[in-house]
């Protein structure tokens, strides 16, 4: 029943989430109001009394060890279930991978709620209000997050952030030597996903299909009709730029007729793609081409002296990419 994987997901929204408040600074400033120091907030994970113990445990300010304020800290404190966005298991996700090597599949992921608490400490009052007016604008009450999931296979998420409450202390008790510990806990809940294990699905691509109609007389043998239809998948644009030959002529939107730098290059009943339109080659006059416009669901485009011509070929054909548009070459036996 299991097999070996690991994608990654809890890892990557933890990193996610620290993220979100890496960069936080403060600003000390005068009687005057000209800033005197800026102060990055130094932010790393673990519990918040990890460092309240090396706080107190390490009181010499002259200490270069000394841990210093203000600082925050952060850690998951749970993974529960969420079975309000459970949806149905056998929806499948298919994706490529960006160099089109392979396509993975997977199945729709699993809704789980982690839990997190974000921890900052001051000694300064005003250090503090400084800090969470920074962070409290940005949930209303939460903040989508996008995290990329599955490695390259670019299944991305938007998983939101939501703030569930705001706790402080000030922890200011013992002598007048004891160093103040001004503490405000805000509590999250991130809506992510668990995916379960990616199955390469390259070999199961269809590549051709062919469909066989036989009519006549059942039983007897014999067929009164006969028909096979073969197609596979073709192009619809150019993938290589070839640049075949160029636009002699501004083009408009309705000119079936137009006029190439070299019409020796181009075959008739072939396919070309000028800009973002594909149009289909009737006949070739010289350098004078008759062509049907804006084919397979592509728009008429007006063309400028000088466009690139090119030829959508077998090589084009090859570059097909998963979730691209294309079309059908077929046969008939």
Avoid: C, W
């Amino acid at each position: 029943m299991f097999e070996y994987f690991y994608n990654e997901i809890i890892r990557s929204v933890i990193i996610g989430f620290g993220s979100l408040f890496n960069g936080i600074e403060i600003q000390h400033k005068d009687n005057s109001g000209n800033v005197e120091s800026i102060v990055k907030v130094p932010l790393a994970y673990g519990p918040t009394q990890k460092f309240l113990a090396r706080l107190r445990q390490q009181a010499n300010l002259n200490r270069a060890t000394e841990i210093t304020l203000p600082r925050m800290s952060f850690e998951m404190t749970g993974l529960t279930y969420d079975r309000s966005r459970k949806s149905t298991q056998m929806t499948k996700i298919i994706n490529q991978t960006p160099d089109g090597e392979q396509v993975m599949r997977n199945y729709q992921p699993v809704p789980y709620n982690m839990t997190f608490e974000l921890s900052i400490m001051t000694k300064l009052n005003d250090d503090m209000l400084q800090i969470v007016e920074q962070i409290l604008p940005y949930f209303q009450p939460h903040y989508n997050l996008n995290i990329n999931f599955l490695g390259n296979l670019k299944e991305q998420r938007d998983i939101p952030i939501q703030l569930d409450s705001i706790t402080m202390t000030d922890d200011y008790e013992g002598n007048f030597d004891t160093r103040r510990a001004l503490v405000y806990t805000l509590n999250f809940t991130a809506k992510a996903y668990l995916y379960g294990p990616t199955t390469d699905v390259s070999g199961e691509v269809i590549r051709k299909v062919t469909v066989g109609y036989v009519a006549g007389t059942p039983g007897d043998g014999t067929a009164e009709r006969d028909l096979t239809y073969s197609v596979t998948p073709r192009a619809v644009k150019d993938y290589d730029g070839d640049a075949t030959t160029y636009v002699e002529e501004n083009v408009s939107l309705t000119d079936s007729t137009i006029t190439v730098a070299d019409g020796s290059a181009l075959t008739a009943e072939t396919y070309i793609y000028v800009d973002q339109e594909e149009m289909y080659i009737e006949s070739i006059d010289g350098n004078d081409i008759r062509v049907k416009r804006a084919q397979d669901n592509t728009k008429a485009q007006k063309h400028v002296l000088g466009a690139a011509v090119n030829v959508i070929t077998a090589a084009d054909d090859s570059e097909i990419l998963f979730g691209d548009d294309f079309g059908f070459n077929g046969s008939t036996f």
